[in-house]
Every structure is written in structure tokens, then in C-alpha cells.
């Protein structure tokens, strides 16, 4: 019942319009675009100061070698005699 009210509020255009311009919407509006902004601003600057932490380097540079450590066998071409060489093990593997 609270449902079909509310929808037929909301499908009366007339009234929409009326709500739209009145100060509290137009308010609540402001409001919710200014906290929008302001969290994209505090995410942008976050995920900056992530990506040029040190710690995220590490991080990376310890999964790369993990990667090294799982995948052994994939060797490299010589391009001189285009053997297959085996890639040297690293120690903490």
C-alpha cells in the first residue's frame, strides 16, 4: 500500500518538479555532490601515495621473484645459437 503511494508520488511529474526546486532538495543535492567529490579527491590522492610507497615496490618485486620461483622451466632463446638455456635459480627459491 506505502509502496503504490509512493510510486505514484514519484510518477507525478508536477510534483517532482516542485521538489526539485525547493531549497532542502536542492541542499540535500549540494551536499551529496560535495561528499562525491570530496571521497574521488581522497581516493585519487590515496591510491597515489600507494603506488609510490616503498612498501608496495617490495611487494611487487617479491611477487616477481615468487613468479620466478614457480615457473623454473621457462627458459630463455640464446640469440646466438637459439638454444633453450635454463634461467638460474634464485637462492630463496
Do not use: F, W
Request: hydrophobic share 30%; aromatic share 2%.
Amino acid at each position: 500500500m506505502l509502496s503504490r503511494m509512493l510510486g505514484l508520488l514519484i510518477n507525478n511529474l508536477h510534483l517532482v518538479e516542485k521538489l526539485a526546486e525547493s531549497r532542502p532538495i536542492r541542499r540535500a543535492a549540494q551536499i551529496t555532490a560535495y561528499a562525491i567529490t570530496k571521497a574521488q579527491i581522497a581516493g585519487r590522492d590515496t591510491s597515489k601515495r600507494v603506488l609510490q610507497s616503498e612498501t608496495l615496490r617490495q611487494r611487487r618485486k617479491k611477487v616477481e621473484l615468487d613468479e620466478r620461483c614457480l615457473h623454473p622451466d621457462v627458459g630463455q632463446r640464446d640469440a646466438k645459437d637459439g638454444q633453450q638455456h635454463q634461467p638460474r635459480r634464485r637462492r630463496h627459491c
